[in-house]
């Protein structure tokens, strides 16, 4: 494998760990409009890194589709609104890490989210110099194998990798035709990866040693 000259990053599992947050958004979304479901942390820890039409499905349904993401909707702008707030807790060595890598590569993070919870994470996290860019899901409802590239030739990325931790991110890059690199601290867990890091500062350390 030739030596990157971006990395680009998962966040949720990846970077942080904002489940906590998450059920809170769907359960306030909940309460408000009297659905009697209550999410809890390990449910939605098994479906984190899922598009939000799949999303809205497993976690709702008995709801037709067009309610179901008007629910979703209210619970990405509840989300936006208690993030700044509750935030998430970041892994061990990913702020310092993030910033020491972007003085050797392009940083870029993208995920499977809504829109504006990336800069929020970006904005909690302190690393907003660290990233060259991000995109999320949210932003035009395709898969992250069709953002990756987007990314790619946005900043004519000659030898990009993408950071995660779950197999459909294992997937979604190889159908990117870059190198995927896993995180097994996270969310998920995939035998299909090109460098496998089970902490934070030994992917650091193996990126700014290249």
Same mark, same amino acid.
């Given at each position: 494998?030739?030596?990157?000259?971006?990395?680009?990053?998962?966040?949720?599992?990846?970077?942080? $760990?904002?489940?906590?947050?998450?059920?809170?958004?769907?359960?306030?979304?909940?309460?408000?409009?009297?659905?009697?479901? &209550?999410?809890?942390?390990?449910?939605? #820890?098994?479906? #984190?890194? #899922?598009?939000?039409?799949?999303?809205?499905?497993?976690?709702?349904?008995?709801?037709?589709?067009?309610?179901?993401?008007?629910?979703?909707?209210? +619970?990405?702008?509840?989300?936006?609104?208690?993030?700044? &707030?509750?935030?998430?807790?970041?892994?061990?060595?990913?702020?310092?890490?993030?910033?020491?890598?972007?003085?050797?590569?392009? +940083?870029?993070?993208?995920?499977?989210?809504? +829109?504006?919870?990336?800069?929020?994470?970006?904005?909690?996290?302190?690393?907003? $110099?660290?990233?060259?860019?991000?995109?999320?899901?949210?932003?035009?409802?395709?898969?992250?194998?069709?953002?990756?590239?987007?990314?790619?030739?946005?900043?004519?990325?000659?030898?990009?990798?993408?950071?995660?931790?779950?197999?459909?991110?294992?997937?979604?890059?190889?159908?990117?035709?870059?190198?995927? &690199?896993?995180?097994?601290?996270?969310?998920?867990?995939?035998? $299909?990866?090109?460098?496998?890091?089970? $902490?934070?500062?030994?992917?650091?350390?193996?990126? #700014?040693?290249?």
């Amino acid at each position: 494998m030739q030596k990157p000259d971006s990395l680009i990053f998962d966040m949720d599992g990846t970077l942080w $760990d904002a489940v906590d947050t998450y059920a809170s958004s769907w359960n306030l979304i909940f309460e408000k409009l009297a659905i009697n479901r &209550i999410i809890g942390r390990d449910e939605l #820890m098994g479906l #984190m890194g #899922m598009e939000g039409k799949k999303l809205t499905k497993a976690l709702m349904p008995d709801f037709d589709e067009n309610r179901a993401q008007e629910i979703y909707m209210d +619970v990405n702008e509840t989300r936006r609104q208690i993030l700044p &707030i509750s935030g998430g807790n970041m892994y061990s060595g990913v702020t310092e890490g993030m910033r020491l890598l972007a003085s050797k590569y392009k +940083v870029f993070i993208l995920s499977n989210c809504a +829109v504006g919870i990336i800069p929020l994470f970006i904005a909690w996290a302190g690393i907003g $110099d660290s990233i060259t860019d991000y995109i999320a899901y949210g932003e035009n409802y395709m898969p992250k194998h069709h953002n990756i590239q987007l990314l790619i030739d946005k900043h004519q990325l000659k030898s990009a990798v993408y950071v995660g931790d779950t197999q459909g991110d294992a997937e979604q890059t190889r159908m990117a035709g870059i190198p995927f &690199i896993f995180v097994s601290y996270g969310f998920g867990k995939t035998d $299909d990866y090109e460098h496998k890091f089970n $902490d934070f500062e030994s992917l650091t350390s193996y990126y #700014m040693g290249l």
